[in-house]
């Protein structure tokens, strides 16, 4: 399996722990954060969106998609357990759609936009915020004190399903929280500088830490060259 995807990208993050939550041992492709990226436009037939799976000769976009291939080759554990498939498969569209672009809102207001920029070449971060408004279709970011007021919400929502259980819907994960994760991972790994917003809630925290210890499993990275050899 070959995973095309960048380290700081929370929709790669949910695939990476997957692997290392049923153990599968993939090779990685370091691609480009924004456009052009030209090793994998011709993969994906001119999907651009991050991660990107392979197999062989076989491309896979969308994460939801990339979940139930792998639970398809790899069943065991599950990413649904004992938890009915439709609720899972619903509060995981929930984090994937409505949570995930308010937490990035959140993420990405000033003081984390800074943070997470700080290393970056110059150029990157000049073609960063156009790149992102074009995926967004032109649409706007969601304003940051809106946005942290929606944040807060969703958290305390993930907080009360934690209650009574170590995972969202009981005592083993399943995919809503991989789903859930890769957004408050972005948060507490990748914007410390602000993930006091985690204070509140700290079920919602320590959850995170049991799920970060899955771990990426065994993994290594390997060029584009080879990959695209590897896809004909």
Same mark, same amino acid.
């Given at each position: ?73 790899? +069943?065991?554990?599950?990413? $649904? *357990?004992?938890? /009915? =498939? &439709?609720?899972?498969?619903?509060? !995981?569209?929930?984090?994937?759609? @409505?949570?995930? +672009?308010?937490?990035?809102? $959140? *993420?990405?207001? /000033? =003081? &984390?936009?800074?943070?997470?920029? !700080?290393?970056?070449?110059?150029? @990157? ?12 279709? &032109?649409?706007?970011?969601?304003? !940051? ?88």
């Amino acid at each position: 399996m070959i995973l095309h995807h960048y380290p700081t990208s929370p929709f790669a993050e949910k695939i990476r722990l997957i692997f290392g939550y049923k153990n599968i041992a993939w090779q990685g492709v370091h691609i480009p954060m924004v456009m052009p990226k030209p090793d994998l436009i011709p993969l994906t037939g001119g999907y651009r969106k991050t991660p990107v799976l392979q197999i062989g000769a076989d491309i896979y976009c969308d994460t939801a998609l990339i979940c139930d291939v792998l639970e398809h080759i790899s +069943p065991t554990p599950s990413l $649904y *357990n004992a938890a /009915p =498939k &439709g609720l899972v498969r619903s509060l !995981a569209q929930w984090a994937d759609t @409505l949570l995930f +672009p308010v937490a990035m809102a $959140y *993420n990405f207001q /000033p =003081k &984390g936009a800074q943070h997470v920029m !700080a290393g970056m070449p110059e150029d @990157l971060v000049k073609a960063f915020a156009p790149d992102r408004q074009a995926m967004r279709g &032109g649409a706007a970011r969601m304003p !940051a004190a809106d946005a942290t007021a929606m944040y807060k919400s969703h958290l305390r929502r993930i907080s009360s399903m934690l209650e009574d259980h170590l995972f969202l819907l009981g005592d083993t994960p399943c995919l809503a929280d991989f789903s859930v994760y890769h957004s408050v991972w972005f948060t507490y790994a990748k914007v410390p500088v602000i993930d006091s917003i985690l204070d509140a809630t700290p079920l919602v925290r320590a959850w995170a830490t049991r799920m970060a210890e899955f771990g990426h499993a065994e993994h290594e990275t390997i060029t584009a060259a080879k990959a695209i050899d590897i896809a004909k």
